[in-house]
């Protein structure tokens, strides 16, 4: 049973931080890349970033610099650090997790599971 918990959303100011945690009860393969979405306006499920096996990272192009994606093996956990946010980062965040993504991460088809979101509102 694969399970994906996130927590750690709330109501902001633009500027502060948020760091969002998911818990993952998913047994972890040689390969795998666990990620982040936000569901945007107009029902589009986006991108936010993405690790790999090998550690390596990858971010949309509007969140590079100011969020950060990390892990922790031993707790099965997914984090992502949210810095000097702005009022376009509101959005449900997802967790998602699949066995390899390469270089179409972005696209949400790729994920196998997912978790129910947490909301983030900015304002």
């Known amino acids: 049973q694969v399970q994906l918990v996130e927590s750690g959303g709330g109501s902001v100011q633009a500027g502060d931080s948020l760091r969002l945690s998911c818990e993952i009860s998913?047994?972890?393969?040689?390969?795998?890349?666990m990620g982040w979405f936000r569901q945007v306006p107009a029902n589009r499920r986006e991108g936010v970033g993405v690790i790999d096996t090998n550690g390596g990272k990858s971010y949309t192009d509007s969140v590079k610099g100011r969020f950060t994606i990390s892990e922790d093996n031993g707790k099965r956990a997914l984090y992502l650090e949210m810095d000097t946010l702005k009022p376009e980062d509101s959005g449900n965040y997802y967790c998602?997790?699949?066995?390899?993504?390469?270089?179409?991460?972005?696209?949400?088809?790729?994920?196998?599971?997912w978790g129910l979101g947490t909301q983030v509102t900015v304002s």
């Open positions: 998913l047994y972890i393969y040689s390969s795998y890349c």
């Open positions: 998602a997790a699949t066995y390899a993504c390469g270089s179409s991460w972005s696209n949400s088809r790729v994920f196998t599971y």
